[in-house]
């Protein structure tokens, strides 16, 4: 009796459920009816992969007749198909991309059969840092593929991947990878700790879970590196830093990290160390230029023209006579206009977005300074820093580099040379005072570490690199052993 | 939490609004003055001169001059002001010039301003003027612009030509001395032009006398070592041109049983750019003690001179004073205008040119 | 105790002495100690360093004697409560009052060179916030500030070798023209320069391996002896006595001579360059000062931080004016230097007697 009231309500829990998907557009169920028996097939059409459908359970339904559904899983050459009891599950699984096939039977089962389909985009070339020359891969928006990339670098059982699901919506797949034996065993646990606190409905892209675990929310300087390039990330693997990697999103976040780190391309380690480090020290010229280079401009002819030597006097106040602003509200329109730009392009379809930057690059700039509205030398000098500011290697610094030139221009226009110097201390202090998963940010200029230095402004040869970063304090300092060569 | 933020931020803002009028010098909202002229007009009152560039497209330039009688300089600068377009800055004072009679009636009242305003730089370049400074202002037309012409007609003379170095602070520090005398270049107008003229000399603050440019490279050697010189030789026979001169003076001061002995050592070594008696080559060791007897002559004329008016551009007393430890104030003003004060002089010609 | 995370490593001993010496006595204090020894006074500056490395020798005595105790709790140790507190109030009124003297003579250097009509409340409206932000964190802050401010001004010392093309080497000579008693007695004008060093009886505990930290510290001592030294044979090459008198910083005064291609002054890059060095001079001193009244009275760090920085705020508002300022140099210099060649050695001696005492006893 009881049984037979179980499956009554089962057999109406089915209709229900069933009653439900069919309100669903894209639900799609069929009825086979064999001699013994009637199979019953359901499925997402969304959600499946129907080329695998009509290719491995499609056939096999139809022509032969079954019994039983234990005699469908062994028929059907798909893995982790699973028999349930319980109707009410149905709906979740067959949203995430099962089929269920489902007998009449004395105890009713129903199978379910895995085959979501995931589109991916192929494996391409990195288009946030290229490099022409080394490695042309670049991380794709599978969690799956990205982790194959970095395994077949680093094809060793050390490699530690921990996986979990973050967003109580989206479950995004998340993984935390290190190496064992090399990483801070710290390290990766407040990574850990960290991405398990997180609270939210959805994760998106990386750039959730780096703003969510970051250590100061309110800076404006990015304290995870993130990189779109799968050698990059065995690199520094070996260097025993984490590594966080979410599923849907291109970029894999790096922890901890330092400042100087963003400013190193990782084509510096393509080319000889001569070159990378005279590469390294003209972009960090550039960034400097361009975070003082409209401040000061506005500083010196607001407050100190004695500053001006006598052969560039000319020079500057003919350019400026016409312009009816002062020079920080010429400078702020300016940078505005640039910005302007910069987000249009961002904006737009990419080959639309070169017209534009090519058409207001030219024709704004020389407009402009022909109608009288800026100075000539202004136009020279924000393009520069702007120019300046592309050369960061990292995406999210450049955009900080351009952003505090803004408090710096205001700093500069009310307390001239001083200002640009108190603002900057204001940025020294807020350095300091960083950290990035806890260790901190300014390492290896403060704490000062003379080892580390080798691979920061310059980067020494490789023989001269033997020692790991002390900033993530790895566990084996030494990069390899005399032992490790034997092996 | 956010309350902190509030604060700093409150902070900021208002420090930045308080001082949002605060006096700026936006470049082409001044006027820069690039030339100061001073001339003396009676016991009481000066008259000051000021020029300043304006600015125009294309690296054209137009001068004002303004220029006002009044008692002192910072009094003269307001009635100035009140007759120029814009504020009038000193931030790109390049040169000053005072008149003669001002300076014969001593100039550390007037320089006072200069020294004590700190946008002035330590480079500016001060000049006396034979007649009004006013006119020698007035008679420049350049397009560089009056302050330029003039720094840069200073400075090539510096480098290349008879001029010693001279600024602003060199004066003060040999005004403020109680070891040396001060000097400056005097400029006066020919055809038209301002040329440097002559060199004055300063007995404290005073002009007492002036020898010269054409003579001022004798002085200009024994008071500091240079490397770009010229030196010409007229005897009976021939004449000689010398250039590249390379000048190093050494200063001994010897204390003999109480008496002082000064030696000054010049090594001079140049180049012959002009002989008018033929092959030199061979007579270069005589040539060069002619040389050698001409500068000493010049030398001793110049030192006597010095003597004579009781002052010390060259800084002898500041070398007698650094050397000798029973050095006695009193004693050496009395002795300076007797004291025996002997020339080394080392000529070398290192080359001849492309003729021998 | 304090805990070795807050720790720094000994090194850091070096950059802290120094920074907190380097100060706004940098820039002016040529004309000030030629007052006895005329053109030997260098020769003072070297006196006074030797002297300092004594008195460093002293409190790391004091300190170790004490097995890496602070001033606060050597005082209660020696003195007892009552005079002990009172004694460690008076070490932290007079660490608040060389900050404010350092500040507002900086103050008054941009009044005088670089904006005479700024308002001088707002101005520091923008300066607390930032001493705040580095007093109120940790200790590693503070250390850090240090660091870069004595890391970068350093660049400012190849601008000293400009001024010499204009300089006379027989400024300085005779050498030793003048009696030892008036190198000494200029000395003692030079301690104001100086007199950061007594900060380390507050940070002491916060060194890691704080015994093998004396000889950064006496290394430091040495660089800023060295600095000074420098800065002074430089400008009393560059000038002569005579027009020192009329000269109220000098330091400054040698970079109007500079020129450079694209800068034709220095002296306003210079004095934006200094707001590092001055920086971390001030924030040590309240950080020294919060810390020892934190320690004396219980009251919570940043609570003491803001009220002093409402101290400080008040004081530079109030003082002012050229004279008055030099005489608060003047005097937090005589301060100085009772507290550090007076006060110490007492204070070595008597702890030490104390501390027999008490042995015997127990």
């Not at chain 1, 028999?83 to 599950?89: Q, R, V």
Request: glycine share 6%; net charge neutral.
């Amino acid at each position: 009796m009881k049984k037979k009231a179980s499956k009554r309500k089962k057999q109406r829990d089915f209709e229900n459920t069933l009653a439900e998907l069919v309100k669903k557009d894209d639900f799609i169920d069929y009825q086979f009816e064999h001699n013994d028996s009637s199979i019953c097939l359901g499925y997402l059409k969304s959600a499946i992969d129907t080329e695998k459908l009509e290719k491995y359970i499609l056939p096999q339904i139809q022509q032969n007749d079954y019994i039983d559904l234990n005699e469908v899983i062994n028929d059907i050459p798909i893995t982790k198909s699973q028999l349930i009891d319980d109707p009410n599950k149905l709906h979740e699984k067959l949203i995430q991309g099962y089929v269920f096939i489902y007998m009449e039977n004395v105890n009713p089962q129903y199978l379910l059969v895995p085959i979501p389909l995931i589109k991916t985009r192929q494996v391409d070339i990195p288009e946030v840092e290229f490099s022409v020359v080394g490695p042309k891969e670049a991380f794709v928006e599978n969690i799956d593929t990205n982790l194959n990339l970095v395994r077949k670098r680093i094809a060793v059982p050390e490699l530690n991947i921990e996986k979990m699901k973050v967003g109580t919506v989206t479950k995004t797949k998340v993984a935390v990878v290190s190496i064992e034996g090399i990483a801070d065993k710290e390290n990766v646990r407040t990574v850990i700790q960290r991405i398990k606190d997180v609270q939210m409905d959805q994760v998106i892209d990386s750039s959730y879970i780096q703003q969510a675990i970051t250590d100061n929310q309110n800076s404006p300087f990015p304290q995870l590196l993130d990189t779109e390039r799968p050698d990059r990330i065995a690199a520094v693997l070996t260097e025993g830093k984490v590594a966080i990697f979410v599923d849907g999103s291109p970029h894999v976040l790096i922890g901890p990290t330092t400042l100087v780190e963003f400013f190193s391309a990782f084509e510096d380690y393509f080319l000889n160390w001569t070159l990378a480090s005279a590469f390294r020290l003209i972009r960090l010229f550039a960034v400097f230029f361009s975070i003082l280079i409209t401040p000061l401009y506005v500083a010196v002819l607001t407050h100190h023209f004695e500053l001006i030597p006598k052969t560039l006097l000319g020079t500057l106040v003919s350019s400026r006579t016409q312009v009816p602003f002062p020079p920080i509200l010429e400078a702020i329109i300016l940078e505005l206009t640039i910005e302007l730009l910069r987000e249009a392009g961002a904006r737009l379809p990419s080959k639309i977005g070169q017209t534009i930057g090519i058409v207001g690059g030219i024709v704004i700039g020389t407009a402009s300074v022909e109608a009288g509205l800026t100075s000539n030398v202004l136009l020279i000098i924000v393009a520069l820093a702007a120019l300046g500011s592309f050369t960061t290697p990292v995406y999210q610094m450049g955009n900080t580099i351009r952003l505090i030139r803004f408090p710096l221009l205001v700093f500069a226009h009310i307390y001239g040379i001083l200002g640009v110097g108190i603002c900057i201390a204001y940025i020294m202090v807020h350095l300091l005072k960083l950290t990035s998963l806890g260790r901190p940010f300014l390492e290896p200029i403060f704490p000062f570490r003379l080892t580390d230095l080798k691979d920061a402004f310059i980067r020494l040869p490789f023989d001269k690199q033997n020692k790991r970063p002390f900033a993530v304090r790895p566990e084996k300092v030494l990069r390899s052993t005399k032992q490790d060569y034997d092996k | 939490m956010p309350l902190k933020y509030i604060i700093f931020f409150t902070f900021i803002a208002v420090s930045i609004f308080a001082n949002f009028d605060m006096p700026k010098k936006i470049i082409d909202q001044i006027r820069m003055a690039t030339v100061a002229g001073y001339d003396y007009v009676d016991k009481e009152t000066i008259q000051g001169t000021v020029i300043s560039p304006m600015f125009l497209q294309k690296n054209q330039l137009m001068d004002s001059v303004y220029t006002d009688t009044s008692s002192m300089v910072y009094e003269n600068r307001l009635k100035l002001n009140a007759q120029a377009s814009e504020q009038l800055y000193n931030g790109k004072l390049e040169i000053a010039f005072f008149n003669k009679e001002l300076a014969e009636n001593g100039l550390r009242e007037t320089l006072d301003y200069l020294l004590r305003d700190p946008t002035i730089g330590s480079r500016l370049y001060l000049g006396i003027v034979e007649e009004s400074a006013y006119e020698l202002l007035n008679s420049i037309d350049s397009s560089k612009g009056a302050g330029f012409y003039l720094s840069d007609l200073f400075e090539h003379n510096v480098q290349h030509g008879n001029l010693p170095e001279t600024n602003l602070k060199m004066f003060s520090s040999g005004l403020e001395s109680k070891t040396r005398d001060p000097f400056l270049p005097m400029l006066s107008k020919e055809k038209g032009f301002p040329s440097i003229e002559s060199i004055a000399f300063f007995n404290d603050d005073t002009l007492v006398d002036s020898i010269p440019i054409e003579d001022a490279n004798i002085f200009k050697m024994l008071y500091q070592n240079f490397n770009d010189g010229l030196y010409n030789l007229v005897t009976e026979n021939y004449k000689a041109s010398i250039q590249n001169v390379d000048s190093t003076r050494d200063f001994h001061v010897r204390d003999e049983k109480g008496s002082i002995k000064v030696t000054i050592d010049v090594k001079l070594s140049g180049v012959v750019r002009e002989y008018t008696k033929g092959n030199l080559t061979k007579r270069i060791p005589s040539f060069e003690k002619d040389l050698e007897k001409d500068f000493k002559k010049k030398a001793n004329e110049l030192i006597k001179q010095f003597q004579e008016l009781n002052i010390d551009p060259l800084g002898i007393e500041e070398h007698v004073r650094s050397s000798i430890r029973t050095y006695d104030k009193k004693q050496f003003k009395a002795e300076y205008q007797t004291l025996p004060i002997d020339l080394k002089i080392k000529f070398k010609v290192t080359e001849s040119g492309t003729r021998k | 105790m304090v805990k070795v995370k807050n720790q720094v490593p000994a090194l850091m001993v070096f950059f802290l002495i120094s920074a907190a010496q380097l100060g706004v006595g940098v820039l002016g204090f040529q004309s000030v100690i030629n007052k006895y020894a005329g053109h030997d006074a260098w020769i003072s500056v070297i006196v006074a360093g030797l002297g300092f490395n004594i008195i460093i020798w002293i409190m790391y005595r004091i300190l170790q004697n004490n097995d890496g105790a602070e001033i606060v709790s050597i005082h209660k140790f020696t003195y007892g409560k009552w005079l002990g507190g009172i004694l460690s109030f008076i070490f932290s009124m007079y660490l608040i009052l060389t900050s404010v003297v350092v500040l507002r003579t900086y103050i008054e250097i941009i009044q005088v060179w670089m904006f005479p009509y700024v308002k001088v409340w707002a101005l520091l409206l923008l300066l607390i916030p930032l001493i705040y932000y580095i007093i109120s964190g940790e200790f590693r802050i503070i250390v850090g500030v240090c660091f870069f401010g004595v890391l970068y001004p350093f660049f400012l010392i190849f601008t000293l070798f400009y001024p010499l093309k204009y300089s006379n080497l027989t400024n300085i000579l005779p050498i030793l023209d003048h009696s030892f008693t008036e190198i000494l007695q200029s000395s003692s004008l030079a301690i104001f320069s100086f007199m950061g060093v007594s900060t380390l009886l507050v940070f002491y505990p916060f060194i890691r391996e704080s015994r093998k930290s004396q000889k950064f510290a006496h290394i430091g001592n040495i660089y800023t002896t060295f600095l000074y030294v420098f800065i002074c044979l430089v400008s009393y090459i560059y000038y002569n006595q005579s027009e020192l008198q009329y000269i109220l910083w000098a330091t400054l005064g040698l970079w109007k001579i500079i020129e450079m291609p694209f800068l034709a002054r220095f002296e306003y890059v210079g004095i934006a360059t200094l707001f590092f060095s001055i920086l971390p001079n001030v924030a040590l001193y309240l950080w020294a000062s919060t810390r020892s009244l934190h320690n004396l009275f219980g009251i919570s760090h940043k609570k003491i931080a803001v009220f002093l920085l409402v101290i400080v705020y008040i004081a530079c508002i109030i003082t002012g004016g050229r004279e008055f300022i030099s005489f608060i140099n003047n005097m937090t210099g005589k301060i100085g230097g009772i507290l550090l060649f007076g006060y110490i050695p007492i204070l070595f001696l008597i702890n030490l007697i104390r501390r027999k005492v008490k042995r015997n006893a127990s």
